[in-house]
């Protein structure tokens, strides 16, 4: 959980829809980004989310290194 690192998005096999885990407080990982999303080696964007709250706050999608699961949070 470096928030760097690159980790497997897991899908479930018997419904083939991503696995989330949603929590009620900030996840290790989750951190607000300044408009933009980080870019990888080959300047791809990585994965990211808008907030609910404000359109304009950029959210990386963060994984559970452990489960594979995307981590989400609710207020």
């Known amino acids: 959980m470096d ?3 690159p980790v497997p998005i897991a899908i479930s096999s ?3 829809n991503v696995q989330f ?3 009620t407080s900030t996840m290790p990982i989750m951190t607000l980004l300044n408009g933009s999303l980080p870019r ?5 964007p ?3 989310a808008v ?3 404000d359109n304009t706050v950029v959210i990386p999608i963060s994984v559970n290194p452990v489960t ?3 981590q989400a949070q609710t207020t």
């Open 3 to 5: 928030g760097v690192t």
């Open 14 to 16: 018997s419904t083939g």
């Open 21 to 23: 885990e949603i929590g």
């Open 40 to 44: 990888d080696g080959n300047r791809i």
């Open 46 to 48: 990585c994965l990211g």
């Open 51 to 53: 907030s609910s709250t």
């Open 68 to 70: 594979g699961a995307i």
